[in-house]
């Protein structure tokens, strides 16, 4: 079997207009991406759910890099949704650790180990000079370092730094994934919730579809 690319994500919804198309085997999709086969896996919320999707696709065939890709929140007015960025250096809130990625350019993302809100956003902002936050990056990066492979990173913008959200970190349970039952619930309870969850949602969708472009056309033209 030849060596392949490992993408993991943490919702199934990010990885959707990548892997459309592809074929599914248990928890992993097997295709394409560029010119190269891949296969792919949403593992989950956290460096826990990171980590045991790392450990599905090495399960599932060789790889010679992982890919983190997936929704992150803007810490800069600059950086606004759908964009969808390349990550050129991935720092861990938690470890203080630094993992530059293989992409040659892009912007710093930190990893945090919960859902950053709006006032958290600031301090990561001044504190650590990244433009980007999400919860898994750092996970990946350290595997990748761990067996020896190359690491990439990609993320579409599904939040602006100033977003006033629900608090999602309620609603995470112990194994990263998200209670969406108790969460609709609660959402459909508090109605000063409903528009800027359905911005999130339109954001979220097309920094998919924007992330789902650049991912594959980077590897087009990099492999």
Same mark, same amino acid.
């Not at 690319?5 to 097997?30: Q, S, T």
């Not at 977003?163 to 969460?183: I, S």
């Not at 998919?208 to 492999?223: C, E, H, I, K, P």
């Given at each position: 079997?030849?060596?392949?690319?490992?993408?993991?994500?943490?919702?199934?919804?990010?990885?959707?207009?990548?892997?459309?198309?592809?074929?599914?085997?248990?928890?992993?999709?097997?295709?394409?991406i560029?010119?190269?086969?891949?296969?792919?896996?949403?593992?989950?919320?956290?460096?826990?759910? @990171?980590?045991?999707?790392?450990?599905?696709?090495?399960?599932?065939?060789?790889?010679?890099?992982?890919v983190?890709?997936?929704?992150?929140?803007?810490?800069?007015?600059?950086?606004?949704?759908?964009? @969808?960025?390349?990550?050129?250096?991935?720092?861990?809130?938690?470890?203080?650790?630094?993992?530059?990625?293989?992409?040659?350019?892009?912007?710093?993302?930190?990893?945090?180990?919960?859902?950053?809100?709006?006032?958290?956003?600031r301090?990561?902002?001044?504190?650590?000079?990244?433009?980007?936050?999400?919860?898994?990056?750092?996970?990946? @990066?350290?595997?990748?370092?761990?067996?020896?492979?190359?690491?990439?990173c990609?993320?579409?913008?599904?939040?602006?730094?100033?977003?006033?959200?629900?608090?999602?970190?309620? $609603?995470?349970?112990?194994?990263?994934?998200?209670?969406?039952?108790?969460?609709?619930?609660?959402?459909?309870?508090h109605?000063?919730?409903?528009?800027?969850?359905?911005?999130?949602?339109?954001?979220?969708?097309?920094a998919?579809?924007?992330?789902?472009?650049?991912?594959?056309?980077? $590897? @087009?033209?990099?492999?």
């Open positions: 079997m030849s060596p392949r690319i490992g993408i993991v994500a943490a919702f199934p919804g990010e990885l959707k207009p990548l892997v459309r198309g592809w074929e599914k085997r248990g928890h992993v999709f097997h295709g394409r560029g010119n190269a086969p891949a296969m792919a896996v949403a593992g989950g919320m956290g460096a826990k759910s @990171a980590a045991h999707a790392c450990e599905l696709l090495q399960q599932a065939g060789p790889v010679e890099a992982l983190s890709i997936g929704w992150a929140g803007s810490l800069s007015c600059g950086l606004q949704p759908p964009q @969808a960025v390349g990550i050129r250096e991935v720092m861990d809130a938690g470890s203080g650790e630094s993992f530059v990625t293989a992409n040659g350019e892009g912007q710093r993302l930190i990893t945090l180990d919960r859902v950053a809100d709006a006032q958290e956003k301090r990561l902002a001044e504190q650590y000079q990244a433009i980007l936050v999400d919860m898994e990056a750092a996970a990946v @990066a350290r595997i990748a370092r761990i067996k020896n492979l190359e690491f990439y990609f993320k579409g913008v599904s939040d602006g730094p100033n977003d006033r959200l629900p608090d999602f970190n309620r $609603f995470t349970g112990p194994d990263g994934q998200f209670q969406t039952v108790a969460f609709s619930a609660y959402a459909l309870a109605p000063k919730h409903w528009k800027p969850l359905g911005t999130l949602a339109s954001n979220s969708r097309q998919a579809r924007q992330l789902a472009l650049f991912v594959d056309g980077f $590897f @087009a033209g990099s492999r």
